[in-house]
Structure formats: structure tokens, C-alpha cells
């Protein structure tokens, strides 16, 4: 018996950047993602700009000190 994924309506259809941990627009527009078996749009992703990447690199730059000393258990 084969493994058929579907999306429910319930599932997100638009999946924003998260930068600093909060999910943003980025500046390069959106782009559609396909079902590969119908060719169906089943969402959409945000593509990110070179600023976009830096800012997200600033952030995670940031953030890196407190993560690191975070006790993993």
C-alpha cells in the first residue's frame, strides 16, 4: 500500500521567513510550490533577497551567546 501525503485545509498554504524568531515577509517576492504528481499550486514560499539572508545572519549571529549556553537537557 503506497503512502498518498494530501494537504487539509486546515494546513498552511504560505510559508513566511522567520527571522529572529518571528515569521516576516521577505523582500523577494513570493514563489508557487508545485505538486509535482498534478502540477497543482499547494503554496507559496517567500523568497528571500541577499539582505534578507544578512539580516536572518545578524540575527542568528545575535542570538548564538545565550543559545549556546543553554543546558540541553
Not at 27 to 52: C, H, K, N, Q
Amino acid at each position: 500500500m503506497a503512502f498518498v501525503p494530501s494537504l487539509s485545509a486546515a494546513a498552511p498554504t504560505h510559508f513566511p521567513l522567520h527571522v529572529a524568531g518571528a515569521p516576516r515577509e521577505g523582500a523577494g517576492g513570493r514563489r508557487d510550490v508545485l505538486d509535482p504528481a498534478t502540477g497543482r499550486v499547494i503554496a507559496t514560499v517567500v523568497e528571500a533577497t541577499a539582505g534578507d539572508v544578512a539580516e536572518a545572519c545578524r540575527a542568528a549571529a545575535e542570538a548564538f551567546p545565550a543559545w549556546a549556553a543553554t543546558d540541553a537537557a
